[in-house]
């Protein structure tokens, strides 16, 4: 059965516009051919995006797309983009699959086939995913490993979900020849087909994928006198018979296609801003705005826009890094204006707060589900560097920093030339309190977060008031501290903290706080639960409370690179360099709630490998280490400046045991791996044939919130490159266990794929330079190391990830000091007992991915990075729940039970049983259900300010790794 398609990248070699106009080509001549030919099909690739892109240019063929879509011969979606499984997080890869569904169905209805004909291997949660949209097919063609030898398997997820899936040998192209060369040739053309398909089949029918790249299928295809049909249409009509092969987790396998690892790797700055974008919308514009924010009209055009952004830019085209330095640079952009975007939406939150506030307050927000403690930066006036809490506690502070308040003084004779500096309110980076004039001089007073009255028509007329000069013009701070507070912060709730002038009284207690070393000849670090010791070369020993301990953490390793965007390749003689010429470290602050040193290490590193003979580049590598109070692990900020071509730097550490598999997080899923790639031999060789699909099989791999092995473990900031490294080397055989893990700063290239490039048979895409590619200027790669007894769950390291990537947002207050009672106890949109917010979220393992407001319900996503059956528990502001799917349609109701009551009595409605009305556990559709245009109170998910509220609890079960979508309403 032919299936006519084409696959579009959206964005690669050329960027995005440019290659849109091939698009309006090949797509004006599919829809003429089907408009001539009722039996023409066509597949349009598995997404969406191609088909919105051509009506904003084709607006009136709209009608057309829409009638071949409902006639069943055009396939759009499911997915809007066709993502990188491993470069976005699990949450962008379901918002994917819910904007592509819910496109497609305006249109006439997504193809309800799960295809990934393209993508870099497949994550361990997709069929999952899938399953959760109610797509039980699926696609695809890489990563598929070397016991499947059938067109069909079942494809077993992280949580135990399975799904048919069928496989393309030979690629999502596999019959392109068909149709090209005489006529008289098809017979042959056919045969050969057949005789290579056949071994493959598991059902009667052989899906020959007729298409390629950026091209239309021919028009004469319906009369060659075989069957035509859509991708659905083929799959559904003959099911695979009998038993196929199973295959489980995650499909990384190179045993049958190049799956192109070094993408991973490539151009690092585009994944640091993905992943910092992904936070700030998911975990910080959506949930915030919905607890939070009265007026979310704005908000939530705004987190749309974000969203369809950063979906965009998931493209396995495109933060791959694989593509061209332009389509990089617009990528970039795109990410960037996504991540300011979702700032947009988390500033407006901010500004609610902060006006709810009395000015010189301070509010702190915890985007966590469960109660946090942890270290907040505070600028507090010189003369009031106390903090106490809402029920007058005093809250720990550390002195950082003392800001200068003499900032500039300058001598004008033309005192108009100070309104020159002065944009609005702002004068050197701060803003403008007031301004006196006398005996000559001309002062302004400065704050950082100034409030009150100020007009720029008084500053200029004082000015012009003052007369003739000279005029010394000085600009001057308020004397303000910079502190770190130690604050504990509710469930998805806020702390408000009141400045007050330092007592004599002994400061707060502290647990876990840093110890100071009282002789001060080591650089130590101590908190009781992790002590880090700064060796004389500039790596770190790190020791458990548990009594784990490891040396020789944070060896830079410098290696040559000839690779490409696609695959790292060392150079034959490659010299591994990790000693530095230098070592300088220095104290930067002293407990005890925080405690760093930072350690400069210079190192003499090859300029680049061609036609640079050995000329050297001297590279201070700095690495900021810090440990806070109450945390296990040492935060490290890496930074250097970039000026090698050509290469790769990572940074090793060694394991405190052996370690024969690692674990890694990454889109819902705790992975676990072994130390090779499927596909190498013995003596580790690579290439084709058995040894993998056209390229050497490498064991580096992803890992998005942490990687482990062997008692140590890694908690990543985005998704990051790691390999466990085994040093038993005997001529070209590398054996035995593990002994260090490696995490990927790095990797420097200049061209998108080499047509020979000695870690692969063919190129993965032209020979276009990438000089970009090559990453020089300024570079910071932020982690956070810590080692471990036991297994990586019983080390909680899900929930120390979320602490390490999530921080608490300060923000001042500027209301009157009316706002609040003087223990900050304000009202904003409601709260939750002592300041929460609506939600809190508890159980082993259980994991929020994403809060959002959604058809005025609380949407909640949560997951199971559990080995075991767990059980979440949700507690909060709501009188019916059930769970959902991927589109918001409900799925099953679930039992609400009474927890506790704040405020004077129940909701109104509410029975005795504490359930609700009898009617909040029916289907969320039907009349007099929450959120149902019937329902007698169907408020917006945050706001029922005033009201009386009792807390409800919902009990759910999970499933090792289960996903659950869970809508919160109220009767």
Known sequence: MVVPHTHWDREWYLPFQRFRVGLVRVLDEVLDAMAADPAYRFTMDGQLAPIEDYLEIRPARRGDVARFVAEGRLAVGPWLILADEFLCSGETLLRNLEYGMRGAAALGGAMPIGYLPDQFGHCAQMPQMLALAGLRLACLWRGVPAHVDRDAFDWTGADGTTIRTRYLPGGYGNAFGLFTGPAEGMPGRVAAFVSTAEGWASGDTLLAMYGADHSAPAREITASGLRVATLAEALTADPAEGEVPRVAGELRSHARACILPGVVSARVPLKQAMARTERTLTRYAEPLSALWLADRSAGERLIDMAWRSVIACSGHDSITGCGSDETAQQVAARIAEAGQTAQAVVDLVAASLAEAAPKGALVVVNPSPFERTGLVLADLPEDRTSLVDASGRVVPVQRLEHAPTLLDETVMDDLSRLLGRVHERELYGQEIVSWHAGDGVFTVTVSRHASGAYSYEDLRRAVLDAGPGPWVVRTVAEPVVTVAALVTVPPLGRAVLTPRPPAPARPAPVANALRTDPYGFEPVLDNGLLRVRVADDGTLSLRGADGVEVHGVGRIVHGG??????????????????????????????????????????????????????????????????????????????????????????????LPRAAAESYAEGQFAVVRRGLTAEGVSENGGGGGGENGGGERPIPTFPAESFAAAGGLAALLDHVTEYEIVRDEVSGDEISGDGTEMALTLVRSVGYLSRNRNPYRDEPAGPEVPTPAAQCQGPLTVRFAVLPYAGEWYEAGLPRLAEEFRHDLPGIPGTGPATAGDVNGDMDVNGDGPDGGGRLAISGDGVMMAALRERDGRLEVRLVAEHPRATEAVIRGDFTAAWTAGVPGSPLSPLEVSRDELFGDAPFPGDGADGRGPAESTGPPDSPGAPGSPNAPDSPSAASCPGSPRSWRTVRVPLTPFEIVTVHLGRA
């Open 561 to 654: 690179d000839i690779g490409d965007t696609y695959n790292h390749a060392p150079p034959p003689d490659d010299r591994l360099l990790d000693r530095p010429s230098r070592v300088v470290v220095e104290e930067i602050c002293a407990g005890p709630l925080t405690g760093a040193y930072e350690i400069m290490r210079v190192y003499d590193w090859p300029a680049g490998l061609e036609g640079d003979g050995d000329e050297t580049v001297p590279t201070a590598v700095t690495t900021l280490v810090e440990l806070r109070a109450g945390e296990p692990f040492a935060r490290c900020e890496i930074t250097m400046d970039v000026r090698c071509r050509d290469h790769r730097v990572r940074w090793h550490a060694p």
